[in-house]
Antibody, heavy 121, light 109 residues
């Protein structure tokens, strides 16, 4: 059974750093893309970026380039999303999802349960 | 950036057919995908490559494509189908391989 298990919710202050995780199991972690999706409170889904754990090839949405860093450790089947300096506007639910990607398009077939990040002074 | 346009809301009575549309200039060239998201839950893929249904998704969910519009159809709507539905596709250039529509709230009356 394919599973993506995300780390728990976080409460942080503006300016702090944060790294959240997504552990995959039940499939070959290195052979599928992992993507990250933001959902701000009461709003829709926004694609942030994707990584191919097999070779760490990473693509970012232009909207999030430079704002976050996506990485992966294939030895422990885990992908990461990190911020160096959080802002209140980063408050959102963040989902990881397994991506099927080819010919400049793709989709997500399995999703993690989400990690709620709250940034408040 | 590229945009996919969905109606904010659709309402139907139980047993009727719900149709949710999604419009985008690149849809004649790019596949569309549909996700269902119930309150407090992660999204679930219900349609891929315009009209394919993943295993475990009920047959009442179907997808179609015509020109710049794709449609998610739910036949014989049940109360449990009440959720937000998001279409997703890509722009022509490859700059945005994942683009989500704004979402449609399906209300079962």
């Amino acid at each position: 059974e394919v599973q993506l298990v995300q780390s728990g919710g976080e409460v942080k202050k503006p300016g702090e750093s944060l790294k959240i995780s997504c552990k995959g199991s039940g499939y070959s972690f290195t052979n599928y893309w992992i993507g990250w999706v933001r959902q701000m409170p009461g709003k829709g889904l926004e694609w942030m970026g994707i990584i191919y754990p097999g070779d760490s090839d990473t693509r970012y949405s232009p909207s999030f380039q430079g704002q976050v860093t996506i990485s992966a450790d294939k030895s422990i089947s885990t992908a990461y999303l990190q911020w160096s300096s959080l802002k209140a506007s980063d408050t959102a639910m963040y989902y990881c999802a397994r991506g099927m990607y080819s010919n400049s398009s793709g989709y997500f077939d399995y999703w993690g349960q989400g990690t709620l990040v709250t940034v408040s002074s | 950036s590229y945009e996919l346009t969905q109606p904010p809301s659709v309402s139907v009575s139980p047993g009727q057919t719900a149709r949710i549309t999604c419009s985008g200039d690149a849809l004649p060239k790019k596949y569309a995908y549909w996700y269902q998201q119930k309150p407090g839950q992660a999204p679930v893929l219900v349609i891929y490559k315009d009209s394919e249904r993943p295993s475990g998704i009920p047959e009442r969910f179907s997808g179609s494509s015509s020109g710049t519009t794709v449609t998610l159809t739910i036949s014989g709507v049940q109360a449990e189908d009440e959720a937000d539905y998001y279409c997703q596709s890509a722009d022509r250039s490859g700059t945005y391989p994942w683009v989500f529509g704004g979402g449609t709230k399906l209300t079962v009356l």
